[in-house]
């Protein structure tokens, strides 16, 4: 997305496009979520994790086969930015 805001730095008419505008706001609010939501899941992960190791709450977890979650983490190939050209050239 960085190319798209590198972009728009160049032709200010573009920046000042309200569609364009729209565009990056809904873009960084998607990215905003993302966030939040693997922030969560990170977190509910780590106290499961932690759950099913601490007395009682372990004998519950032996009983009914609960293992560890793990955390969500991405590798920087799915981290990197989209290459825009190749969508839509």
Excluded: C, H, W
Excluded at 6 to 11: L, Q, R, T
Excluded at 20 to 25: C, D, I
Excluded at 33 to 59: H, M, T
Aim: charged share 20%; glycine share 6%.
């Amino acid at each position: 997305m960085g190319n798209i805001f590198a972009v728009a730095e160049a032709y200010p008419e573009l920046k000042a496009n309200e569609n364009f505008m729209q565009l990056q706001n809904r873009i960084t609010s998607l990215e905003n979520g993302i966030a939040d939501r693997r922030e969560l899941y990170n977190d509910s992960a780590n106290i499961n994790n932690v759950q099913i190791e601490v007395f009682p709450a372990s004998i519950i977890a032996g009983m009914f086969n609960f293992g560890e979650k793990p955390l969500l983490e991405f590798s920087a190939s799915e981290k990197a930015d989209v290459d825009m050209k190749s969508l839509f050239g």
